[in-house]
């Protein structure tokens, strides 16, 4: 996979914006200052009379999508993942989530591989931060096919949707015909011995740790857990079943994220050993991006590392 | 407006002042104090002001109002009730297990609410962002939002304000209760917020000081915020907390606090007094 197409899922966001906001005229953007890095600058671009800025006031700016809501229109708010989910926490959950309305949150340069600006930038708490706040739904793409896709299935959804996007160029994994759907993972290939359930730039790793794995005759399952609530539990339960050890990944706290609700799940209805691979619990600091995510051990030698020792091997 | 028409607000804001005082008697809590300083003006919005229709409450066209003091919903569910949203036999159903009538405003559980509400400083957000809908939609429909002089200390209700100047809101009217008391005492003492019509001034809105208890006033300045264009309106509204109930009158203690049986039937007959004496009984 060396010579992989790599796209930032905050491109494909503007993008996607872009694409829906010429079929559907009730759509709005909303950011807060950032619009150049959060690329909601695309849709602004093509469509400037829906696109407020809000100034650097995240907190208002959440609010006022969710005011907007109201009147028929279907905002997408944007900003870093820090300030959208951490700043304006109570603002999601007090007036969008507890009126249930339909505010689509649009939260780029999530993670540690924000990379240079450093820890005040990098989050890792928002997929916990999300989903403690009842009928939210919390997604983070893989790529950008998926990261598209996903833009016009919360469009579609009428309902909260938290979406976290990143900032590095990842590789591209998906055929453009692939289907989406909320709260379903996707099995991106099939395995025996251990299944490892990612999400975000996670999943391209995983793929890789599986290929590297086969050679020591690890049979590795890989599932793109992109719905991390509603999680879906079906797909979880299958796979921790059929291989009996689970290895969770993702560019997020080891506390709150994808791997808490995997193991949520299957303590409850299918006791099953899993490690969590995720940042464990603490700051990131300045640095390239991809220097950090192999410092932080988010990396498919982290993953191949975990999984041989997991394995007995 | 008519001298038969104002009297016939002084009686309705009369009754949603006793509404009040019968939904926190029957919630056994609930904020008493700032729902009876903005009686007239929830009078005067919902029986005078407002392009609204109790059959429909989510009438895409209408004039929507946004609680963003929320706590004191005693009073806007009094207002709601006497206008026909819900039956005022409902309203001492407060804040009980089993009843729509949430502590503080819900949207999606009681007819009439336009936005839920209750956490200070979000209510005006959200009401600038319907201002903003609405005018971008080309709705003629207005938006009022009623905040406490406390709740000004919220940093976001600058926030909001700035954008509402920003974009132009000349839909939306900010109202500010001035009744000078918050939970631990005089604003000015907790954090003064003073002086309120200069920053509001200063950060592009049309302002007015009125009487809040006066229907003339609140009717004039009212007017004058409809016929402003290219500027978003404030009204600083001087009121006083608890008023027309003797023992609540400038009591900061009446904030968030409910009468007891006792006192309920003291504040019901000082109301029932001034109500006889408007009807000439």
Redesign the interface.
């Known amino acids: 996979m060396a010579d992989v197409k790599k796209i930032a899922t905050r491109d494909s966001y503007g993008n996607a914006l872009k694409e829906l906001g010429a079929q559907h005229d009730n759509l709005v953007v909303l950011d807060a200052d950032l619009a150049g890095a959060t690329k909601t600058g695309i849709f602004l671009k093509a469509y400037p009379d829906r696109h407020f800025d809000c100034g650097i006031a995240e907190a208002n700016m959440i609010c006022v999508a969710a005011g907007m809501s109201t009147t028929g229109l279907v905002p997408f708010a944007s900003s870093f993942a820090m300030f959208a989910a951490g700043r304006a926490y109570e603002q999601v959950r007090n007036s969008i989530g507890y009126p249930h309305l339909n505010v689509k949150i649009g939260a780029t340069h999530g993670g540690i591989s924000v990379g240079e600006d450093g820890a005040s930038h990098q989050c890792c708490e928002d997929f916990g931060l999300m989903r403690t706040i009842p009928g939210m739904i919390v997604m983070s793409p893989a790529d950008d096919v998926e990261a598209k896709a996903m833009v016009k299935a919360a469009y579609e959804h009428v309902g909260p949707v938290y979406m976290r996007f990143g900032r590095a160029a990842v590789p591209v994994i998906h055929d453009e015909d692939y289907q989406f759907q909320i709260g379903k993972g996707e099995v991106v290939k099939d395995g025996s011995d251990v299944a490892i359930i990612a999400n975000g730039l996670m999943v391209y790793e995983a793929i890789v740790a599986a290929e590297e794995l086969q050679k020591d005759g690890i049979n590795a399952m890989v599932i793109n857990m992109a719905t991390i609530k509603p999680l879906d539990e079906e797909l979880v339960l299958e796979a921790a079943k059929k291989c009996g050890k689970v290895i969770t990944c993702e560019e997020h706290s080891i506390i709150g994220g994808l791997g808490e609700a995997v193991c949520g799940v299957l303590s409850e209805k299918l006791p099953t050993p899993v490690k969590r691979i995720g940042v464990n619990d603490e700051f990131g600091h300045s640095g390239p991006a991809a220097a950090l995510l192999k410092q932080f051990g988010l990396s498919a030698e982290h993953i191949v590392e975990v999984a041989k020792e997991f394995c007995g091997k | 407006m008519t001298p038969s028409e104002k009297k016939q607000l002084q009686i309705m804001a009369c009754k949603i002042r006793m509404g009040i005082i019968d939904a926190t008697h029957g919630a056994k809590a609930g904020h008493p104090g700032g729902s009876l300083s903005a009686a007239e003006m929830f009078t005067y919005l919902y029986f005078k002001e407002m392009n609204i229709d109790p059959a429909n409450p989510k009438w895409?066209d209408r004039d929507?109002f946004?609680l963003s003091k929320g706590h004191t919903a005693p009073g806007l569910y009094s207002a709601l009730a006497h206008r026909g949203f819900f039956p005022v036999e409902d309203l001492p159903t407060l804040r009980h297990i089993d009843s729509y009538l949430q502590g503080h405003p819900?949207?999606?559980s009681v007819p009439g609410v336009?936005?839920?509400t209750?956490?200070l400083?979000?209510?005006i957000?959200?009401?600038?962002?319907?201002?903003?809908?609405?005018k971008?939609?080309g709705?003629d429909a207005r938006v009022y939002t009623l905040l406490g002089d406390g709740e000004i200390q919220e940093g976001?209700v600058w926030?909001?304000m700035?954008?509402a100047s920003?974009?132009k809101l000349d839909n939306f009217v900010v109202i500010i209760d001035n009744n000078g008391l918050q939970i631990d005492g005089a604003i000015e003492k907790v954090m003064s917020p003073y002086p309120i019509g200069d920053k509001l001034a200063a950060f592009g809105f049309y302002v007015e000081h009125i009487d809040g208890h006066s229907f003339d006033q609140i009717e004039s300045a009212l007017n004058n915020a409809k016929a402003m264009k290219g500027q978003p309106s404030a009204i600083i509204m001087k009121t006083t907390k608890g008023k027309n109930v003797s023992f609540m009158e400038n009591n900061a203690g009446w904030h968030g606090k409910a009468p007891n049986d006792a006192e309920h039937e003291q504040a019901i007959g000082e109301l029932k007094a001034i109500l006889n004496e408007l009807e000439g009984k």
């Open positions: 895409e929507r946004v819900n949207m999606n336009d936005m839920s209750g956490s400083g979000q209510g957000s959200c009401a600038a962002g319907m201002a903003l809908g609405l971008h939609q709705k976001q926030e909001a700035m954008l920003h974009y």
